[in-house]
Structure formats: C-alpha cells, structure tokens
C-alpha cells in the first residue's frame, strides 16, 4: 500500500512538472482507477504556487509533544463525559428512588464525579484552547495521524454508546418495564453521545475543508 502511494504521488509530481493542471491530473487518475479521494490527498500535498516545479506543502508530522497533547486532550474529554453522565444518573437516582433499594450509596458517587468533572472538564477546555490556537498557526497539522485515530476513536466509542442506549430502550419498552426514571438515564446516555458524536464528526469535516 505504501509503494502504491509514493507511485501515486511521483506521478501528480511527474504530470505537474511537466505542466498539466490539478484537474487534468486528477481526471487521469480517476478514470486510471483511483479513488477520489486518494488522488485529492495527492495532489493536495503540492501547493498552488506559480513556480517553475511543483512546490511541496508542508506534511503533518507526529512528535511527542503532540500525541502528549491530544492524549490529554481525549482523556479528559471521556473522564469529564463520564462523570457528567455518572452525576446526573445518581441525581435522577435520588429524585426518583427505586422502592426495592435499600441502601443510598450515591453520595459517595455524587461527590466523586463532580471532583471528577472540576478537575478534568477545565482541563479539557484548556488543551482544546490550545490546540486550537495551535491548528490555527500550523493548519497542515489538521491531519495529523494522531489526531484522526483518536477522533475517529471517539466517534466510534459514542456511536456504540448511543446504539447501545437505543438497544435498551427498546428491549425496555418490549418488556413493559419504561419508568421516568430509566426514561431519563436514557436521554442523558443519548445526549452526552449525540453532543460528543455531532462535535467531533463537524470537526472532522471542517478538518477537511481547511487543511
């Protein structure tokens, strides 16, 4: 797979040097049998330059700093996500309490998940300001590697959640056993994923759009 890559891209160089245009070199390339978009990651590594050769543009590039970063950044996001959804079950727990429990064993819960949220959730919010600014200086680092794996990483934990919220639901509703209790735990679960989901699926595009 990567010799068919740098076969791609001496080519795009090869039919850029030669002066063939953006457009004429994708068209080629799409009727040869490559992917669409295959060929616009290759051709977007050249900038729209007036030179003499095809002019490089810069290439994302993973350094410890970075995937400390984003490490941090993700970590924080599923801690604070969490415990939000931790807090709120326990409140809905003590607003609508279940007459077969006999124990009240969610102040404990209660009170670890806002330590929880008040130490990660602000530093969430911390390293997003700075990556941002940092995606704002350096916009090839749009596509980092390790940027896309724990995005795409993050959208698959919050699809499986929010599929899971739904199987519940429905098997739930099929029993007879929906109560307002188990009806709100369900649209905080729904919440949280669609929220977290819709984000990073948004960033991702604009990601695209920008890089």
């Known amino acids: 797979m990567a010799s068919g890559t740098q076969d791609l891209e001496r080519f795009v160089r090869k039919a850029l040097e030669k002066g063939s245009s953006k ?44 995937a400390f970063l984003y490490l941090v950044l993700f970590t924080t996001l599923y801690v604070s996500a969490y415990h939000l959804g931790s807090l709120l079950f326990d409140l809905i727990d003590r607003a609508f309490p279940d007459p077969a429990s006999f124990t009240d064993s969610s102040s404990n819960g209660i009170r670890w998940s806002i330590a929880s949220i008040i130490v990660a959730f602000p530093v969430f919010i911390g390293m997003s300001m700075k990556v941002g600014a940092e995606l704002t200086r350096h916009p090839e680092k749009r596509l980092s590697g390790v940027r896309r794996w724990l995005t795409y990483l993050t959208l698959f934990v919050a699809a499986v959640v929010l599929l899971c919220d739904l199987i519940t639901l429905v098997d739930h509703g099929l029993g007879g056993e929906l109560s307002v209790r188990f009806l709100l735990k369900v649209v905080v679960a729904a919440i949280i994923a669609v929220a977290v989901f819709g984000y990073y699926l948004w960033d991702l595009r604009r990601d695209e759009r920008e890089a």
């Open 23 to 66: 457009e004429q070199v994708q068209s080629a390339l799409i009727a040869a049998g490559w992917t669409v978009e295959q060929v616009r990651s290759a051709l977007s590594g050249f900038a729209d330059v007036p030179f003499v050769l095809p002019v490089p543009r810069p290439r994302p590039y993973l350094s410890a700093r970075e």
